[in-house]
Nanobody, 130 residues
Framework: QVQLVESGGGLVQAGDSLRLSCAAS????????MAWFRQAPGKEREFVAA????????YYTDSVKGRFTISRGNPENTVYLQMNSLKPEDTAVYYC???????????????????????WGQGTQVTVSS
């Protein structure tokens, strides 16, 4: 089995930056994509960003475009989410997810859906004060 562990969350003020990290451990797996989702109290879990492993293609939800950057780490079993210009509405628990199933898809839509991912981390809290 694969374990994903997030770190880097914390309490910051609006306009500040944070970098979240996700480290994978356990049995070797072939990563197809990794992603970040977030969930605020009383709200549905929301897609934030994804990266396709082989091509480094990245995808973002509209609300974070231009502010957040997802990237692969060195070594390969890590992924980061650089968050700049944070806003109070970014407050949420952030979850790292990995997809190891490589069924062919003709579009990228499936990367935005939580059920497309088969491994999940425990979450890290990000709180942004006004």
């Amino acid at each position: 089995q694969v374990q994903l562990v997030e770190s880097g969350g914390g309490l910051v003020q609006a306009g500040d930056s944070l970098r979240l990290s996700c480290a994978a451990s356990g049995r070797t797996f072939s990563t197809y994509a990794m992603a970040w989702f977030r969930q605020a109290p009383g709200k549905e879990r929301e897609f934030v960003a994804a990266i396709r492993w082989s091509s480094d293609s990245t995808y973002y939800t509209d609300s974070v475009k231009g502010r957040f950057t997802i990237s692969r780490g060195n070594p390969e079993n890590t992924v980061y989410l650089q968050m700049n210009s944070l806003k109070p509405e970014d407050t949420a628990v952030y979850y790292c997810a990995a997809r190891t199933v490589n069924t062919y898809r003709s579009s990228s839509y499936f990367l935005f859906v939580d059920t497309s991912y088969n491994y999940w981390g425990q979450g890290t809290q990000v709180t942004v004060s006004s």
